[in-house]
């Protein structure tokens, strides 16, 4: 087993496992080398998760998604209630409520490493530990934060986010799910549902365990309060598990309905009517979490590109002799290495308790997308029948990629937001 010794490095805590060292790997250069793994300890967690998908992800993927059944065991292997956990479950969330105090660089390669087994498996962490942990490690009050994160840090607590519904997807601030304050109760009355939640089931039967709820406090558009609603509460209830997905299979997805809920006054996050805010810092962070499971897919379809290259012969020679198969391979290589440079430029300068970087947070999600799409595509033509299979993973990969240019942003909605950024720069020279 690996070793899940935990070492103290600063303030940061660093799951120091016992793992391969990335000698041996092709890296185009030692400065792109730095760029995706800028410090030791990125180097060494990037080391210690390749080895423990390898072992542990890679083998279930095709099953699991076949089932479309989301692992719960090997979900928990990820915090630190399991004696061999790796703990990345409470990444970026501090050391004082069980987390591991990590950066936005640290967050895009863990989705990236997960996602290059399975990215299903991969959409189920980034829902627990991005949408749920870093928001209320960001947005939560410290009683919060007590009380809610080490049970979400440890993995006890299998958690997410609820913010579209079925007829507020992209247009977000047209939700109709509201909270009512009810002085008398001591809290507020949750009314409402909401569509499309990563793991707002676990098994199909009841909800998942602890989720951050955006409802209507006002009569303003904007007028968004963001809540803690738990597993239990009398009126909380799976709606229906969303069943014949295209992908991401092995991801539970839900619609959840609030019937007269009381909430607590002390599960508000945050300001009432102050939401916005919240939902803005971490959808940053979600976004760029998104492009780098894009990324980790489009690694992946590249290696069984080469692989199959070099094993399959036709008219007597491999298909790397044949033009149209090396552009394939050669531009899918182009492309990924853009969208990675452009992942880890921008993690490696951010700041995850700010926000302001919407731009690049759009756009390396808006490139990396259908990047990780064509480039599954491509994998699929070039192995011709054996690509259009399950064995060979590559059509499990398209399939997955296609929901990261609808999921956390659409394509389109990237397009507007980036161009209302672009606009205010008219006058202003791009760097």
Known sequence: PISTMLVISGSRRLLGRQAPTMAGRALSSSSLSSLFNPTEEHTALRSMLRSFVEKEVEPQAIEYNKREEFNIPLFRKLGTADPEGLGILGLTAPDDSGGTGFDATAC??????????????????????????????????????????????????????????????????????????????????????????????LNGRETGDVFLVYARTGEGRGDITQFVVEKGMEGFILGQKIEDKLGMRASMTAELVFDNVLVPADNVVGDIHGATLCMMRNLEIERIALAAMALGIARRC??????????????????????????????????????????????????????????????????????????????????????????????????????????????????????????????????
């Open 108 to 201: 895009a390669l863990v989705h990236e490493e997960l996602s290059y087994s399975d990215p299903a498996f991969c959409l189920s962490y980034l829902a627990h530990s991005v949408l749920f942990v870093n928001n209320l490690a960001v947005n939560g009050s410290d009683e919060q934060r007590a009380r809610f994160l080490p049970s979400a840090c440890d993995g006890t607590k299998i958690c997410g986010m609820c913010m579209s519904e079925p007829a507020a997807g992209t247009d977000v601030l047209g939700m109709k799910t509201t909270a009512k304050l009810d002085e008398e109760a001591g809290g507020y009355i949750l009314n409402g549902a909401k569509m499309w939640i990563t793991n707002g089931t």
């Open 302 to 431: 590249i290696d069984d590109m080469k692989r199959y290259a070099a094993e399959r012969k036709a008219f007597g020679k491999d298909l790397y002799s044949f033009g149209q198969m090396q552009r394939h391979i050669a531009e899918s290589y182009a492309e990924y290495m853009a969208g990675r440079c452009y992942v880890y430029g921008l993690c490696n300068g951010l700041d995850l308790m700010t926000y302001g970087n919407g731009l690049d947070a759009d756009g390396v999600k808006l490139y990396c997308a259908p990047m990780a799409k064509t480039i599954a595509d491509r994998a699929i033509q070039l192995m011709g029948g054996y690509g259009y299979v399950g064995e060979y993973n590559v059509e499990r990969m398209f399939r997955d990629a296609k929901l990261l240019e609808i999921g956390g942003g659409t394509n389109e909605s990237h397009h507007k937001n980036m161009c209302r950024d672009l606009r205010k720069m008219s006058e202003t020279r791009l760097d």
